[in-house]
C-alpha cells in the first residue's frame, strides 16, 4: 500500500525509516514505512516479504504504485490470518491516515472501494 499526502511539502529522503504501529499492517508514506508492531514477531517472513514490497514503491505516488497493489503476491492468506489475530491491523483497510497532524490518502483503496460501490449501485438500480 502507499498512501499520499494532500500537500506537497516533505523533503524526500533516500533512507526508509520503519515506524511500529498498533493500527494497521504495513504501508509505506514518502519515506516512512509503517508497520504492525507485532508483524515481526508473528510472522518474520511476511514481515521481510511486507518490507520488500514497500521499498519497492516509488517515494512519490505513481501509476506503478497503484499496480503493484494490485498484483497478487501470495500473502492473502497469511495477511488475513494475522490479522484475525490482530483485529486493529484491520484498520489497514480505511483508506485515510492521520500522521503527524497530516493526511494521508490510500488512492489504491479508494479506487477499489469506488468500483465495489459502483457495482452495487448498478445492482441496485437494475
Ligand atoms: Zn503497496
Known sequence: ??????????????????????????FRIRDMIFVNENLEKQNPK??????HHETEHSPA???????????????????LSFMIRNPRS????????????HFYIDYTLLFLYTILLS???IKAIL
Open 46 to 51: 511476511l514481515y521481510l516479504k511486507a518490507i
Open 90 to 101: 484491520f484498520k489497514q483497510l480505511i483508506p485515510f491516515f492521520v500522521y503527524d497532524g
Open 61 to 79: 505516488y505513481k501509476f506503478n504504485d497503484f499496480f503493484m497493489d494490485l498484483k497478487p503476491e501470495g500473502t492473502f492468506f497469511s495477511s
Open 1 to 26: 500500500m502507499y498512501r499520499e499526502e494532500l500537500e506537497d511539502d516533505t523533503k524526500m529522503e533516500n533512507e526508509l525509516k520503519i515506524i511500529k504501529i498498533k493500527d494497521g499492517l504495513c
Open 119 to 121: 457495482i452495487l449501485v
